[in-house]
T-cell receptor
Framework: KAGVTQTPRYLIKTRGQQVTLSCSPI?????VSWYQQTPGQGLQFLFE???????NKGNFPGRFSGRQFSNSRSEMNVSTLELGDSALYLC???????????????????FGEGSRLTVL | AQSVSQHNHHVILSEAASLELGCNYS??????LFWYVQYPGQHLQLLLK??????LVKGIKGFEAEFIKSKFSFNLRKPSVQWSDTAEYFC???????????FGKGTTLSVSS
């Protein structure tokens, strides 16, 4: 089955602009997580959505926001871009639940290839 | 707050050498633990995971990891590395109470042939 799809793959913006990134999860996956990946900082957690509700949120400023639609697709938005926002933004999908939860739950996140944002 | 520490930023080995990458997590409750790998130009993929039971877990490509609860550690091992193991390795933890999956900063492994 198709993997996690992220669009656009590459984009260049200037400081002060805003950007919207899109993520389509694996069919049947209802949980979507977003991460920011930068050299030396690894993957920093942004937010996690399940059934259109934000379930967890990382320590990022309010300029970073997200949402999830009824078909489980998700978007994240960054407003008033700063140079430091240049990064690879990763989306991951998973079956929701906790260990010992629904049949088929493995806790594994399946990652997309990411959207590489460059802010000039 | 939940956190994950990876001890080594960059490890350089020759082929056939043994590998051990350190990982410590900080969380007050029961956790699920993971190791992910990112090969050059590819997306992150799961190497192995620990949920419960046998603390020694085996993953793909000959990797294994040992969960030591008393040390809050989940170190990754491989007895003999290959050039194709060159990649970035990430340790991650998630609390059973539905917390987010938190990653360490990663370890870059370079294997020379």
């Amino acid at each position: 089955k198709a993997g996690v799809t992220q669009t656009p793959r590459y984009l260049i913006k200037t400081r002060g602009q805003q950007v919207t990134l899109s993520c389509s999860p694996i069919s049947g996956h209802r949980s979507v997580s977003w991460y920011q990946q930068t050299p030396g900082q690894g993957l920093q957690f942004l937010f996690e959505y399940f059934s259109e509700t934000q379930r967890n949120k990382g320590n990022f400023p309010g300029r970073f926001s997200g949402r999830q639609f009824s078909n489980s697709r998700s978007e994240m938005n960054v407003s008033t871009l700063e140079l430091g926002d240049s990064a690879l933004y990763l989306c991951a999908s998973s079956l929701p639940g906790l260990a010992g939860g629904p049949v088929g739950y493995t806790g594994e996140l399946f990652f997309g290839e990411g959207s590489r944002l460059t802010v000039l | 707050a939940q956190s994950v520490s990876q001890h080594n930023h960059h490890v350089i080995l020759s082929e056939a050498a043994s590998l051990e990458l350190g990982c410590n997590y900080s969380y007050g409750g029961t956790v699920n633990l993971f190791w992910y790998v990112q090969y050059p130009g590819q997306h992150l993929q799961l190497l192995l995971k620990y949920f419960s039971g046998d603390p020694l877990v085996k993953g793909i490509k000959g990797f294994e990891a040992e969960f030591i609860k008393s040390k809050f550690s989940f170190n990754l091992r491989k007895p003999s590395v290959q050039w194709s193991d060159t990649a970035e390795y990430f340790c991650a933890s998630r609390g059973l109470e539905g917390t987010a999956l938190i990653f360490g900063k990663g370890t870059t492994l370079s294997v020379s042939s």
